[in-house]
């Protein structure tokens, strides 16, 4: 079973809407989570790192939280664009093996105008 | 530009035929590594690499084989054992392998097609 669970798979939103991207996650014990955005046919780009200590983290548009207690992650996007249109993949890392990245499956987003 | 390279972009591997992906970097990075993703999952960890001259496998090494001759590069071959090769394969790397914030940078992929 993942490790690294995300909801919804995939979501379609029209332009300038906000949106709200959810990971759940069973790694323990955890160092640091990680939202990536990947564009289809390309690698995966950074968009926010936090550690367990952290609760929020924004990144221009996209705003990233955790509650460690609850394992749980979300990733806010304000006021789409097209351009947002990509997967967005929740990556959480074991706190003595920063190496050993358990990924998630994605969501899709679509952004509509 | 610092960065990482993938090449080629595609690659078509004919039945029994051995392929090698090429991943270089110039981020002066010490960890390397190479993930293989398929539609609706994750990525999964092939093979990373900590040194020159040092690597190890990951979850899903069977079929595979790497080298880690230059700090800069490390090319992965997908050989004639590995059974379901057709992919799209992922090279990254770190700074320090055991920093708690260590950002992971990735190449733009290689996608693998087997005809």
């Known amino acids: 079973k993942n490790q690294v669970e995300q909801s919804p798979q995939s979501l379609i939103i029209l332009e300038g809407k906000n949106c709200t991207l959810q990971?759940?996650?069973?790694?323990?014990?955890?160092?640091?989570l990680r939202w990536y955005k990947q564009d289809t046919g390309r690698g995966p780009v950074s968009l926010t790192i936090m550690t367990f200590s952290e609760n929020t983290k924004s990144n221009g548009r996209y705003t990233a939280t955790l509650d460690a207690d609850t394992k749980q992650s979300s990733l806010h996007i304000t006021a789409s664009q097209l351009s947002d249109s990509a997967s967005y993949i929740c990556v959480v890392s074991l706190r003595s093996n920063d190496y050993k990245l358990s990924f998630g499956a994605g969501t899709t987003v679509t952004v509509r105008a | 530009d610092g960065g990482i390279t993938q090449s080629p972009k595609y690659l078509f591997r004919k039945e029994g035929q051995n392929v090698t992906l090429s991943c270089e970097q110039n981020l002066n990075h010490d960890a390397m590594y190479w993930y293989r993703q398929d539609p609706g999952q994750g990525l999964r960890l092939i093979y990373y690499s900590q040194i020159v001259n040092d690597f190890q496998k990951g979850d899903i090494a069977e079929g595979y084989s790497v080298s880690r001759e230059k700090k800069e590069s490390f090319p992965l071959t997908v050989t004639s054992a590995q059974k379901n090769p057709t992919a799209f394969y992922l090279c990254?790397?770190?700074?320090?392998?055991?920093?708690?914030?260590?950002?992971?940078?990735f190449g733009q992929g290689t996608r693998l097609t087997v005809v």
């Open positions: 990971c759940n996650y069973t790694v323990s014990p955890f160092s640091n």
């Open positions: 990254a790397s770190t700074l320090i392998i055991t920093a708690m914030n260590t950002e992971a940078f």
